[in-house]
Structure formats: structure tokens, C-alpha cells
């Protein structure tokens, strides 16, 4: 029995699914893309893979990141790390799993089990993270080393991988949240509302909605973003809106925003009526 790197070179079915290990982290992958063209962006890499039975091997060199285009501070940012593993071993994988880039940057990166790779075949893995920024400006979202399991023939092997080159990385810039305003801020049914803010984003168009507190929106006018992120609409509450509280919804773009509005009761015209009939009696020579 000899050793490698100090470690104790397993012979015959262990050394197969040792070198099966290894060879599921190769992949030569294509671009993987999700989400939205505009949020995945794939960025070549080098990288090396090994296991206690064998020596290093080259691992993925393409990574797809997918993250939102537009964040703010304090949104729930979902992360996606997409690259492919091929099964190039000679025999079926029963499973991958145990994803960690516990490294990554600006949040820990993981994935569970894959499931089974047969031989020539490839899958892609996606891991994933949630990161919530709390500060504007710009922001790499950034690999790290990874590790996980390959599953064969009853046995479990650790696979180490590392970034041979510089880890991948992408830009984000974390911008300051839409403000809405709302002008008046209670009206009545029948009357108009105007809506304005900062910090848009710039060339959008979208609409001004209406939603009860059961969250049910409609749709009662229509708002837009200047160049420069101004934002400039109206919507038309309907005349047979109960009194109440209510939120005017304004979306544009990736922006959505709402503020709070006090629907007032609809005056009582009947009164009025009364206290015209009551002054026109008053006048001279009226009719008794």
C-alpha cells in the first residue's frame, strides 16, 4: 500500500470511487443561466479539486452568478452560485451533496443533495444565500473554496475544491430606497391623489394602485420616473370607495412602494341641498 500527501492510498474498489469523487468536480461547463438575463452574469475561473485518496484535479471553470439588478437596503437579496459537475468516473454516482462556500462574500453560500450522476452524465448545482445589506454603494458578491460529498458504491468521499485563479466576483450597487409621497394623504371617493418621490429608477413607467387591507389592489391611475429618478403620477379613487384606511401602491420598473391613505366619508349632499332649499325660502317675495 503506498500513500499520498500522507494519507493512505485505499486499494482497489476504494481507489475507484476515490478517483470517482475527484472527477465529479470536473466540469467544463457552459454558460448556466437563471432568473433574468439582466441578473445572471457567468464569469470564467480555474480551480482545483482533491480528496483524501487522490491527487488534485482541475475542477469547474465557469460560474453564473444571479443576482437582482436593483437593491436596496434592507431587501431580503436572494444569491445563486450556478456551476455544472460531470461524471466522467466510469461508473454511476449515487449522490452529491453537502454543499459549503462558508467563505463567499457577502454571505455563506450552500446546496443540499443532487442526486444521482451516472456515468457521462453532468448536472448543475446551484448554491444559494440570502443577504441583507444595510449600506448603499457598490458591492462584489464573491466565490470562495468550496467542499462537498460524492456518494458511490456505498461510501462517502470529501471533496475539497479551491479557486486556482482569482475567485469569481460581480458588482452590485446597493442604491437608496424609492420614497413615495402622497398629496393629499386622505380624500374623499370621487377625487384624485398625486404621487411623488425620489430615487427611482430613472426612464420607468408603471401604475398608481388602490389596496384594501385584505392586500386587494386596483389599479386606479398611472405614475413615471424622470432621468433622473423623480417620480411624477396621479391615480382617481372611485366613487364607490367605502371610508376607511387604504395604501396607494406605486410600481415602476423593479420598484415597488406603498404609503398609507385615509379614504374620508363621501359628504352627505342631501344637507346641502336642505340648507340651500332653506336660504332660497329666505329671500324676499319667495314662494311660501
Known sequence: MTSHNGVPQPPGRRRLIARAAATA??????????????????????????NP???????????????????????TVPIQLSFAVANNSGFDITDINSFA?????????????????????????TLTGTWSPTATGPQAITAAGWTFNTVALGLTIPVTCTFTSAAPSVTRTVTPRPTLTLAPAATRPGRSVHVSGMNWTPSTSGSVSLCDSAGTCTVIGAARASAAGRLCGAGWVPASTAAGSYDIQVALGPDTETAPLVVLSAPARHHRHHRHHRRWRSLPNAPR
Open 101 to 125: 462556500m462558508p467563505d463567499a462574500l457577502p454571505v455563506a453560500l450552500s446546496a443540499g443533495s443532487q442526486g444521482a450522476v451516472p456515468n457521462g452524465g453532468s448536472t448543475t448545482v
Open 53 to 75: 485518496f487522490t491527487g488534485a484535479q482541475p475542477g469547474p471553470s465557469s460560474f453564473t452568478f444571479t443576482v437582482p439588478a436593483t437593491i436596496h437596503p434592507g431587501d
Open 25 to 50: 468536480a470536473l466540469a467544463l461547463a457552459s454558460p448556466v443561466l437563471a432568473a433574468t438575463a439582466a441578473s445572471a452574469e457567468t464569469v470564467p475561473a480555474t480551480t482545483s479539486c482533491s
